[in-house]
Nanobody, 125 residues
Framework: QVQLVESGGGSVQAGESLRLSCATSERTFSSHVIGWFRQAPGKEREFVAAISRSGGRTDSADSVKGRFTISRDNTKNTVYLQMNSLTPEDTAVYFC??????????????????WGQGTQVTVSS
């Protein structure tokens, strides 16, 4: 069982930045693809970004390309989501997820086995 803990959420103004972290004590963390998803009130959970086991490959949704960057530090068992130029449309609960079943980034929530509890990001105009 991989336990994931997100942190770094908060309330910011449009145009500001936040960095989310997804940490685990799982020693096999580097054997998991990690993804970030978000869910706004009344909307379905949507893919944000994902990163391969080694960190060499990433993928991100068109809505965040050029603004959000996913990275990982396997020595710290942590994945980061750097979010710049935030807009009110980015307001959501952000979840990180992990899967040991693939090597490259995945977009489908069903591909991920383990999920964190989420961290709230609120962007006001």
């Amino acid at each position: 069982q991989v336990q994931l803990v997100e942190s770094g959420g908060g309330s910011v103004q449009a145009g500001e930045s936040l960095r989310l972290s997804c940490a685990t004590s799982e020693r096999t963390f580097s054997s998991h693809v990690i993804g970030w998803f978000r869910q706004a009130p009344g909307k379905e959970r949507e893919f944000v970004a994902a990163i391969s086991r080694s960190g060499g490959r990433t993928d991100s949704a068109d809505s965040v390309k050029g603004r959000f960057t996913i990275s990982r530090d396997n020595t710290k068992n942590t994945v980061y989501l750097q979010m710049n130029s935030l807009t009110p449309e980015d307001t959501a609960v952000y979840f990180c997820a992990a899967t040991p079943d693939y090597y490259g980034p995945r977009r489908r929530a069903n591909d991920f086995t383990y999920w964190g509890q989420g961290t709230q990001v609120t962007v006001s105009s």
